[in-house]
């Protein structure tokens, strides 16, 4: 298995709050993503990082920012987190020969 | 926003039958995965696809990638129980980024015992 987990795994939160997720890997892999999983939508990818400090958005980047201050940990932040951010969040890992990922556990976000 | 599509959506067969899903594409992919998701965890990589064409067998599973590489399928022969999951596709486009994969919506199989 890849060495990547998250954290917290479950979350509960209000409309209007704050919400970090965190993913952290010991693979050193450059490539870091954060994607969003719904019914009937799979998997979308909010943001992306390629580097200690560099970041690109997704398809689905609105509402969420990113950082990447060390190659093995990559946040997910909600500034002021939305019902229609109630999901469940993955993080993943590529391997840059085949853009095989490997993802880790998620995090389910409940906003109520 | 390139879209892959998946089909079927949902698929619930009685074991030991066999089935199909199909990932299609307008666009050309450089290459294309396929992974399994159980509930409550992160899909798994099954397999990668990148010659047009090519054919992999995972045991009871055969992934083939189309001539023109903008469709795959993953047959499943004799499906059992434990083959119940959400089978995702994932390409990359050739004209896209290398390192981003877009996702098709899964397949929901169920097998009966």
């Known amino acids: 298995d890849a060495g990547i987990t998250q954290s917290p795994r479950h979350k509960v939160t209000e409309t209007g709050t704050p919400v970090t997720l965190r993913c952290h890997q010991t693979?050193?892999?450059?490539?870091m993503y954060w994607y969003r999983q719904d019914p009937g939508h799979g998997l979308r990818l909010i943001h992306y990082?390629?580097?200690?400090?560099?970041?690109d958005k997704g398809e689905v980047s609105d509402g969420y920012s990113v950082s990447r201050s060390k190659t093995e940990d990559f946040l997910l932040t909600l500034e002021s987190a939305t019902s229609s951010q109630t999901s469940v969040y993955f993080c993943?890992?590529?391997?840059?020969?085949?853009?095989?990922?490997?993802f880790g556990p998620g995090t389910r976000l409940t906003v109520t | 926003t390139q879209l892959l599509e998946q089909s079927p959506q949902f698929l619930s067969i009685q074991e030991g039958e066999n089935l199909t899903v199909y990932c299609n594409s307008s666009s050309v992919f450089s290459s294309l995965q396929w992974y399994r998701q159980e509930p409550g965890e992160g899909p798994v990589l099954l397999v990668t696809v990148v010659t047009g064409g090519e054919v992999k067998k995972l045991k009871r599973l055969t992934f083939q990638f189309g001539d023109a590489r903008k469709d795959s399928s993953l047959h499943i022969t004799a499906a059992q129980p434990g083959d119940t999951g959400l089978y995702l596709c994932a390409g990359a486009y050739s004209s896209g980024s290398a390192r981003q994969l877009t996702f098709g919506s899964g397949t929901q199989l169920t097998v009966l015992p």
């Open positions: 990082s390629y580097g200690v400090k560099d970041t």
């Open positions: 993943a890992i590529t391997d840059l020969n085949l853009n095989e990922q490997y």
């Open positions: 693979e050193n892999h450059r490539y």
